[in-house]
């Protein structure tokens, strides 16, 4: 595309000194530089290359912020991906009005309270009840109403991330890591669907294990959001290839129309404006398990993003 | 934003030829009245049609419908927005924003050269030299047309008096949804106009023959 756009660039180069050439020699003659042209041509009532452009894109709107629960199913070939645990949870507040978001992303192993099952890992909300009852532990550990959920699995990320022909990341730090295949130097580059599946689920060679899992988890959707706005801006009907992809990819409880309504709003909010945050918290045990205790901290946090949906 | 390639600079050239020897003219009963500009109703010939499904295979009869509801609104707008005399004459018809949704229309309202060509006081006569329709239509599951994006190309060219040439190309990206049982406008992603005026070129003098020199010929 930026070839194209160079191509029309010096198209319209070309045009301008056609034109002008042309506005030159027949209106007025070829006047050498610095000569003024004969009055006839000055004030001849030409207009040269008058363009006018804009866009508007019919974004989602309403006074109060939007939120979804994303889920990443640890299931395995063969085990229903809504009955096991979630290892990947991230609750995505949109402030619908001004364009911004936050993706706020929950250590699996956080110990919280659970309805109906009494205190527990948070990942296991998702065995105990599938998504809606997950949807149930994260609005009673936030206070935040949770609009959408969507629930992908292995599989289901690799295929999203491949059909959109995968992702450009920034990693943070070097990732070397046997148990979940990450392998990379750190800096910019594409991911095919099984190496961002990698990147998501790297938590032994990071900084802070699962906290900066969690995060680069994040990073992820950030990176998509930008391919996204990029191609939506070259292209308006890729939007129908992410759609596609994401609903064949993933279960979720938004109809199609509010999809197409996300999605279109997505394109408007600059990746600049989506913070990307891990709710804070301290490592610990519970008997043998180990375990996150979030930390007091994060009720402001809750508090913040519940107002307008997004923290800051 | 738009410029002309060479293919661009070569339809303008084509069409330069046509208006100045007479060709391309209009006919029929939209023929001109005496005085007046030329009436030629424009509409989009065909449009080429793609079509992506959520889940399973969708009706291609539906999709046809769809696309046919969308290829006419288009044409409307574009005759009216950029074909019409008597727009260039005193401005759009409110009535244009008719293929719009609300918001939409508010949108477009506010900066219509940017999707159309306006009030061109004194141009004579327009022929389109491209005009290129491709539809998406996304259906959901339960098979039902979704939305349906719209590409436009659009150029033209046309003398206005004083000598001058007039050419206008528009590329467009259109988003339609279904409001009841009528497709409207509800974004346009993209929407340029870039329209040049520029002084008619003069014929281009004929090397003499040998043996006759100083004398030239015109075409």
């Known amino acids: 595309m930026n070839r194209a756009r160079g191509t029309r660039r010096i198209g319209t180069a070309v045009a301008v000194l056609v034109a002008v050439a042309l506005a030159a020699a027949v209106a007025g003659g070829m006047s050498t530089p610095g000569q003024p042209l004969p009055a006839q041509a000055a004030a001849s009532p030409i207009e040269i290359h008058a363009v006018h452009g804009s866009s508007f894109v019919p974004a989602l709107e309403g006074k109060r912020p939007l939120f979804i629960l994303a889920l990443g199913s640890d299931a395995r070939p063969g085990q229903p991906v809504a009955g096991e645990r979630s290892d990947s949870i991230h609750l995505i507040g949109i402030d619908v009005k001004d364009h911004r978001a936050t993706v706020l992303g929950f250590p699996r192993d956080s110990w919280v309270s659970i309805p109906g099952h009494g205190t527990s890992k948070i990942n296991d909300a998702m065995a105990f009840g599938g998504p809606p009852l997950m949807v149930r532990t994260i609005e009673d550990l936030t206070g935040i109403r949770i609009d959408f959920w969507l629930l992908a699995s292995f599989t289901g990320l690799i295929h999203m991330v491949d059909d959109v022909g995968g992702v450009t990341v920034n990693v943070p730090y070097p990732m070397h890591d046997v148990y979940s295949g990450a392998n990379f130097h750190a800096g910019r580059q594409h991911l095919n669907g099984g190496q961002a599946l990698a990147l998501a689920r790297n938590r032994h060679d990071t900084p802070r294990g699962d906290f900066s899992r969690s995060e680069n988890q994040g990073l992820l959707m950030k990176s998509a959001l930008t391919k996204l706005r990029r191609q939506f801006t070259d292209s308006p009907v890729v939007l129908f290839t992410w759609i596609v992809a994401l609903w064949r990819n993933v279960q979720t409880d938004l109809s199609p129309a509010t999809l197409l309504g996300l999605a279109l709003t997505a394109t408007q909010i600059p990746t600049s404006r989506v913070k990307n945050l891990v709710v804070p918290g301290t490592t610990g045990t519970v008997g043998t398990a180990s375990v996150v205790f979030i930390s007091g901290s994060a009720r402001s946090i809750y508090a913040d993003m519940r107002r307008d949906g997004v923290v800051g | ?219």
């Open chain 2, 1 to 219: 934003m738009w410029g002309l390639g060479g293919a661009g600079l070569a339809a303008v050239i084509a069409a330069l030829v046509l208006v100045f020897t007479g060709g391309g003219g209009p006919s029929g009963p939209h023929a001109p009245t005496q005085g007046s500009p030329p009436r030629t109703p424009f509409a989009f010939s065909s449009a080429k049609v793609r079509v992506t499904g959520l889940s399973g295979t969708p009706s291609a009869a539906l999709a046809a419908g769809v696309a046919e509801q969308v290829r006419n609104r288009l044409s409307g707008f574009y005759d009216a927005g950029f074909m019409d005399p008597t727009t260039w004459a005193k401005g759009l018809p409110p009535s244009i924003w008719q293929a719009f949704t609300a918001e939409a229309a508010q949108r477009a309202e506010s900066d219509p050269l940017s999707l159309t060509m306006g009030r061109r006081p004194g141009l004579q006569r327009l022929i389109v030299t491209e005009a290129d329709l491709t539809l998406n239509v996304l259906f959901d599951p339960k098979k039902h047309p979704q939305a349906v994006i719209a590409s436009v190309t659009f150029a033209a060219t046309g003398p206005v008096s004083g000598g001058s040439l007039l050419s206008v190309r528009n590329n467009s990206q259109f988003l339609f949804e279904a409001v009841g049982s009528r497709w409207l406008v509800a974004g346009f992603p993209e929407a340029s106009v870039k329209v040049d005026v520029v002084p008619a070129p003069s014929p281009t003098p004929v090397p003499a023959p040998s043996g006759s020199a100083g004398a030239t010929r015109t075409p």
